[in-house]
């Protein structure tokens, strides 16, 4: 249950950070509850599984995730490019976490 967790932590926060775009500064309703009410999910889910799963192997998952995932996002809705290096580093991140999380106990605190 806890990986679950920690996966709509990622999708809320990745929700979250890709609307900052639209919200514009907050001047915008709609875009910036959608906002905060993600970064309140993410957060909130976040802090469940780390009942369960180690602080650093989570924020490891969730922040590498999230940053491959907004980067898509972003290459999707806002057309914004992804350069040869940035396809590499965002390979490095997710190769990171991986490896990250094969080598590392998930049990205890």
């Known amino acids: ?44 889910f976040l802090s469940l599984t780390l009942r369960t799963i180690p602080l650093g192997i989570a924020y490891a998952i ?14 999707i809705f806002y057309h914004q490019t992804l350069s040869t290096g940035a396809l590499v580093g965002i390979a490095l991140i997710v190769t990171g976490v991986m490896v990250l999380n094969l080598y590392s106990t998930t049990g205890g605190h």
């Open 1 to 44: 249950m806890n990986w679950l967790y920690l996966a709509i932590a990622i999708v809320s926060e990745v929700i979250a950070t890709s609307a900052l775009k639209a919200a514009e500064g907050f001047s915008r309703f709609w875009p910036s509850l959608i906002v905060v009410a993600g970064y309140a999910a993410a957060f909130y």
């Open 62 to 75: 969730w922040s590498g995730v999230g940053v491959a995932l907004v980067s898509i996002f972003g290459w």
